[in-house]
């Protein structure tokens, strides 16, 4: 049995999206085609992969086996492809991957924890920057990849795919002023003592863009340099915070409570260069160990 590896790339955005259209937008392909190389898949497998429904699909038992080895393919497929591109790119040229500050809380340390274990003939140079600056470096021929929030990337010319939820959320103390809360506006945040990310974090710059002139007097009780510190002061009662929602994992004791600004729903996108195409191959194995890490976790196969 042979696949096709755009089918299973097709098939695990499907997967982590929900909705074959999205998986389709993602690959850049039309519904009707998305749909007919979803049906050629299951004739493969002699087996239906997707249950579909009036809000989206999810997959199968044997569409979630078909995912969880669909990523290990594609990942495999990624090294090969830079194992050869390693030989066509000059020595001490390394990729160069520019994200925002909510990517690099997690998302882009363990996307470079494989990427660099599987590649150890290709280096990664990394930083820290705000979406328009990244864009206009992109567009510039200065970094290869760059993640990216979608509300300042719209029309910017370049090739962009969605990676995931980025929307912030406000979290306090485990039965604290937020218990009993799901959700709220920024005015009524604003009016306990805060805590912050420093100056130069593009997080706390966006936040502080969007508040605009007429933002609310805040106490902020200090600045840290980055989010894990921030969660652990809030975690402790010092103060609430707005952080994004990746940033609270499921083992931390905090109320988290949506917030209803507009400005607080983002997502994050994928954004590629307009450099030479002797990096592309580097380049796309790296995206696809961030394409890998932004998705859901798999769910827990049953013990037997």
């Known amino acids: 049995m042979r696949y096709d590896l755009d089918d299973l790339r097709l098939f695990l955005d499907i997967v982590a999206e929900g909705s074959i259209t999205a998986g389709a937008r993602r690959m850049r392909l039309s519904l009707p085609s998305a749909s007919a190389r979803v049906r050629s898949l299951e004739r493969q497998a002699g087996v239906a992969l997707l249950v579909r429904g009036r809000r989206g699909v999810r997959p199968t038992p044997a569409g979630t086996a078909l995912a969880r080895h669909a990523r ?7 090294r090969l492809e830079s194992a050869v591109a390693s030989y066509t790119r000059s020595p001490g040229a390394p990729l160069t991957l520019l994200s925002g500050g909510s990517a690099m809380h997690e998302l882009v340390p363990r996307a470079l924890v494989t990427f660099l274990r599987a590649h150890p003939d290709v280096d990664v140079t990394v930083r820290e920057s705000r979406t328009p600056d990244t864009v206009r470096a992109l567009a510039d ?7 990216v929030v979608d509300a300042e990337a719209r029309d910017c010319g370049l090739a962009l795919e969605p990676l995931g939820d980025d929307s912030l959320v406000v979290i306090g103390q485990a039965g604290g002023l937020l218990a009993g809360r799901t959700a709220l506006v920024y005015s009524e945040v604003a009016e306990h003592p805060l805590v912050r990310l420093d100056a130069g974090s593009s997080l706390r710059r966006w936040i502080e863009e969007h508040l605009g002139p007429h933002a609310p007097v805040v106490r902020h009780r200090t600045s840290v340099a980055g989010l894990t510190t921030v969660v652990s002061l809030v975690a402790a009662g010092v103060g609430l915070a707005v952080v994004p929602r990746r940033a ?57």
């Open 72 to 78: 290990d393919v594609l990942a495999h497929t990624a």
């Open 248 to 304: 609270v994992g499921a083992h931390q004791r905090l109320d988290v409570c949506a917030l209803r600004d507009t400005w607080a729903r983002r997502r994050l996108l994928l954004a590629w260069g307009t450099g030479g195409a002797a990096s592309a191959p580097a380049a796309s194995a790296l995206a696809e160990h961030l394409r890998r890490e932004a998705l859901p976790p798999s769910p827990a196969e049953p013990s037997t």
């Open 141 to 147: 021929g200065e970094a290869d990849l760059g993640v």
